[in-house]
């Protein structure tokens, strides 16, 4: 059974069209990432929740978004997407001092 | 800032042959954790190490965290086609979970 499920798999959005993108979650871990991963790169931390606590990080845009409404969701909002955040979207979960992290399948993002 | 660097980006070797990817911090860090990504998919949480000194073993791979918790190394034995993909490491810091990747090794093996 699926334990991290990212929907959709595939998105596509015109340029500027706002979109979100959803990670959920089996495991009831206590962290959530979203990460950008692009082609032939590793995946960039874009922010992270502890519990609630949302910690983003310095170099992401402010066109980056997201909610954490209870522990087994997390949303990713962009608000303007342009062509440079075409990519694949990562949503990770981690049971903190637990010894695993679990990677969704990851939503690929195509901006038009 | 925290950054995590990792060497060499590519490494083609013989099927049979060893490979290894080596993994530094900036900074010390409280723990590193290796991924496996195979082309198109997602990363595959391998392990994590914790403890300085630590050394661990998965069948034909082994996993090194240093003295110092600054860098970290994997070693695969006896290399198998199965084995192709980019390997990340990850760097953890604090409390809270969060996680700086490497740039990740892409391994080919030629059968």
């Known amino acids: 059974d699926a334990m991290v499920i990212q929907n959709p798999r595939y998105q596509v959005t015109q340029f500027g069209k706002p979109v979100t993108l959803s990670c959920s979650q089996t495991?009831?871990?206590?962290?959530m990432y979203w990460y950008q991963q692009k082609s032939s790169q590793a995946p960039k931390l874009l922010f992270h929740?502890?519990?609630?606590?949302?910690?983003n990080e310095a170099d992401t845009p402010d066109n980056f978004q997201s909610r954490r409404p209870n522990t087994s969701f997390c949303f990713l909002d962009i608000r303007s997407p342009g062509l440079g955040d075409a990519a694949m979207y990562l949503c990770?979960?981690?049971?903190?001092?637990?010894?695993?992290?679990?990677f969704g399948p990851g939503t690929r993002l195509t901006v038009l | 800032g925290q950054q995590v660097m990792q060497i060499p980006q590519y490494q083609h070797v013989q099927e049979g042959e060893d490979f290894t990817t080596y993994c530094n911090s900036s900074?010390?860090?409280?723990?590193i954790q290796w991924y496996k990504q195979r082309p198109g998919g997602h990363p595959v949480f391998l392990i994590q190490?914790?403890?300085?000194?630590e050394v661990k073993k998965q069948k034909r791979l082994t996993f090194q965290f240093g003295e110092a918790k600054k860098n970290s190394s994997l070693h695969i034995t006896a290399t198998q086609t199965t084995d192709v993909g980019t390997y990340f490491c990850?760097?953890?810091?604090?409390?809270?979970?969060?996680?700086?990747f490497g740039q990740g090794t892409t391994l080919q093996v030629k059968p």
């Open positions: 990770a979960t981690y049971l903190w001092g637990a010894d695993t992290q679990y």
């Open positions: 495991l009831n871990h206590n962290v």
């Open positions: 929740y502890y519990d609630k606590d949302f910690n």
């Open positions: 900074t010390t860090l409280s723990n």
């Open positions: 190490l914790v403890k300085s000194g």
């Open positions: 990850a760097g953890g810091w604090g409390n809270t979970g969060k996680l700086i």
